[in-house]
């Protein structure tokens, strides 16, 4: 069992003069869900190398078992050190791909054409794709093989507007990514704020907001096994 998992490269966050990234919740998580399960690991961002870390993910406020293991883990740490670059990454290779969130994947991988080709090929190939919080505004570009948008039609979830709203930043982001998922025809889903919530339809997972980031993981597996 092969898994793609794929950051951000992407740091600033808008015109604020602050510092965005991944969230690390978001990657540690799914990331010892997926190596607890005997699965192979492969870490890829657009530029390689170390992906930018959300400084606020970093506050003693948002830190869990998972955050707690991946700091004693030099090993995990060593590896997120050195993605490999998204573009020379092969679709074909891995069984399933996972996106975790942050605010910088609605700047770079929601606009990567490597992301947006990835994502359509694992779909075309009866593939598994799931994204969780901000990571759903990946889906904002691929299609089908008949022109419509992945998501048109499917039950899906992500960050909410309201979730946006309390962090301040829905002046701030490039899109809103409950706003989009709806514009291209998905069927929004949504529990309450920072509630875990994940939706699972067809080769399609995404997850609400950081609480989902584990349960996407364990959906993402169910679907493979």
């Not at 990571?135 to 309201?162: C, E």
Request: hydrophobic residues 40%; contains cysteine; charged residues 20%.
């Amino acid at each position: 069992m092969k898994i793609l998992m794929v950051l951000t490269s992407h740091d600033k966050l808008g015109a604020t003069g602050e510092k965005t990234g991944f969230w690390l919740e978001e990657f540690a998580s799914p990331y010892y869900v997926f190596k607890d399960a005997g699965a192979e690991v492969t870490l890829a961002s657009p530029l390689g190398g170390q992906p930018p870390l959300d400084p606020k993910s970093d506050a003693p406020d948002f830190q869990t078992e998972a955050t707690h293991r991946f700091k004693a883990d030099g090993a995990a740490q060593k590896v997120l050190s050195s993605t490999l670059k998204l573009a020379e990454v092969s679709a074909a290779d891995f069984d399933a791909v996972f996106y975790p969130g942050g605010h910088g994947p609605l700047w770079d991988l929601a606009e990567d054409p490597s992301s947006i080709a990835l994502i359509e090929a694992k779909l075309a190939a009866g593939k598994p794709v799931a994204a969780v919080c901000h990571a759903p505004g990946v889906l904002r570009h691929p299609k089908t093989s008949d022109g419509t948008s992945v998501v048109q039609g499917k039950t899906v979830t992500g960050f909410t507007n309201s979730e946006e709203e309390a962090v301040g930043l829905t002046k701030v982001v490039p899109f809103l990514v409950e706003d989009m998922l709806k514009q291209n025809g998905g069927k929004y889903s949504k529990q309450g704020d920072w509630e875990p919530h994940v939706v699972s339809d067809g080769l399609l997972i995404t997850g609400q907001n950081p609480a989902s980031s584990e349960p996407a993981a364990k959906a993402l597996l169910e679907k493979l096994s």
